[in-house]
């Protein structure tokens, strides 16, 4: 493949893919998650159906190096024509009997390309994470080429609004604006005015399918989008038979949060000099409740760092999630992810500049705390 230069190349290369689909395809569609990797889906789904009339069976994974070999076992009873993967770091090659390809975004080191399974990532030409977009932005702008006539703007602001990255893609929302009026009633679009409107109650509600029901909820909240892409009042009131589950997932998830937020305020350690908070979470049942409290921490205290910590995510694990926000702080997250890596061995995850993931043994877990304030100027 050739390198590419930017963005419209990058989404070139998807549509000429797209148009080796053919009617009687079985499409497999492997995506992270949370609203991001959940919207990509849905916005594909739309893009499937109008190509052939049919839409694609979901693997929604949680982790972003999650591609297991029971997956690819799953998949190869399937045998597909075609694999896409969205929001999801994987290599090429482990997909090695498969045709399609894998939209990313997230930060990667080195990546073998294989022809008929091409690895897209906006980073491999833009070396600002600010202007790096997520995957549902362009999975939104190829549909929007494709099909101009879909009013789907509403789905990937979603997703956009999730991944911190409002400011970077004001262009959805302007669409939203025009195709759905008294969707979005700001003054201004940016990221903070966003997530305080009805989009960041959409990307919770997004996101509580897997936090509740796991994989199962992620394939309820990618479908109650599809149901109602022509109708975002009938997802956001239950109207749907997805939405409906969606919502009932969403007022668990809301009432569980108040009770956490209430914690995180009792029990947080406010590290004054770093303006770091570090949380250590309760017990819970909730999935993902780690990076989801870390998201709402960093919108509570915009001028500090939120550091969560779930210290029975696995036997003899621990998962921390960390973010920051760009406008308030200058750390890059991942380098100092990177530095700390050489220290600890156990340690595994990444992520973006402001939102990290980390996984690594429980006993390691007080020397990373220490690790990782001593490298906040
Ligand atoms: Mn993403």
Redesign the pocket.
Known sequence: MKRLKNLDELLENIENILKKIKRSDKICVIH?D?S??NTSAALFSIILHNLIGDYPILFPIVGIENVNNKLINQLKTMNPDFVFVF?VTVEPTKLDIFKGFILD??IFTEIKQREDMPYFNPRSFEKEDEKVP???YMVYRVLKNLYPNEKVAWIAGI?ITE?HHVDSCKDVFEDVMKESPGLLKVKEINQKNLEKSLFGELSDMVRSGRMIKGSEGAKTAVLALVECKDRPDKLINGLTQHSLALRRFYEKLSYEIQDCMRDVQMRSKFHKKEKVIIYTQKRTRIKGLTSFLADKIRQKYPSWIAYVVNEDYDRGKAKISIRLEQRKRGENLVSIIEKIKEKIPSLKGGGHKSAVGAILNLDDAIEFEKEFLSSIE
Do not use: E, K, S
Request: glycine share 16%; net charge negative; hydrophobic share 0%.
């Open positions: 992270h949370d991001d990797g929001d975004h997230h997520p995957t549902c997703g991944d």
